[in-house]
């Protein structure tokens, strides 16, 4: 299965600004997803980023706030914008095995307090 | 509506008795479902998918679609299988749908 490296596992951030989170693939992969874990929730699809074209967002959920960006096959980052304390979450990529009978792998989640 | 639930937020047992964590799903189509553990401190990985019919660390779920259930099972509970489980669905757009979660605690 793929491996995903995530970065940072943590940050601290001030309300009003911006963090950004990035995603490393070790291997070509067509669909990546980003999810929300807010504390003691279950994961929520933000949205799905395909490589080539523009993400597709979950209700709730819109490009101003968390831009994704998908340069190429490998790589993705995911942007939480104009911070406030309801941002805090773990924020976690995931990417899917060959065929989804696989499962998907996940990063090791960016866990985000905003201050 | 694509869904999964999973009734109990926490299921406390003792070491050696069996477990049973709850999974049901809504979904239209032919379902595809998996069973996720989080260990503390660690990332979530997969531990079980129906299509696979194997048995991971003693555990084993079986698909029944005419209950439109997916329960994790193990016979004889150990203390390291204390950790969060999430069942979760594949959405018809490629993504995961995750229930809540149950948090299980297997006692000394």
């Known amino acids: 299965s793929a491996v995903i490296s995530q970065k940072p596992s943590r940050d601290i951030c001030q309300r009003g600004t911006s963090l950004t989170i990035q995603c490393q693939v070790d291997?070509?992969?067509?669909?990546m997803f980003w999810y929300r874990q807010q504390p003691g929730q279950s994961l929520t699809l933000i949205a799905t980023a395909n490589q080539g074209s523009e993400a597709t967002y979950e209700s709730g959920f819109v490009i101003d706030k968390f831009p994704i960006s998908r340069p190429n096959l490998t790589f993705s980052t995911l942007t939480v914008s104009n911070m406030s304390p309801e941002d805090s979450s773990i924020y976690l990529c995931?990417?899917?095995?060959?065929?989804?009978?696989?499962?998907?792998?996940f990063g090791s989640g960016t866990r985000l307090t905003v201050v | 509506a694509q869904r999964v639930t999973q009734p109990e937020k926490l299921l406390s047992v003792f070491k050696g008795a069996p477990v049973e964590l709850k999974c049901n799903y809504s979904y239209s189509g032919s379902p595809e479902l998996f069973w996720y553990v989080q260990y503390s401190r660690q990332r979530l990985q997969l531990l079980l998918r129906?299509?696979s019919r194997e048995s991971i660390k003693g555990f084993t779920a079986d698909l029944n679609k005419g209950e439109t259930s997916f329960h994790l099972k193990k016979p004889f509970a150990q203390e390291e299988d204390s950790a969060m489980y999430y069942c979760?669905?594949?959405?018809?757009?490629?993504?995961?749908?995750f229930g809540k979660g149950t948090k299980l605690s297997v006692k000394p």
């Open positions: 291997s070509q992969v067509t669909m």
């Open positions: 979760a669905l594949g959405g018809s757009q490629g993504n995961l749908i």
């Open positions: 129906h299509i």
């Open positions: 995931s990417v899917a095995g060959t065929g989804s009978i696989y499962g998907y792998t």
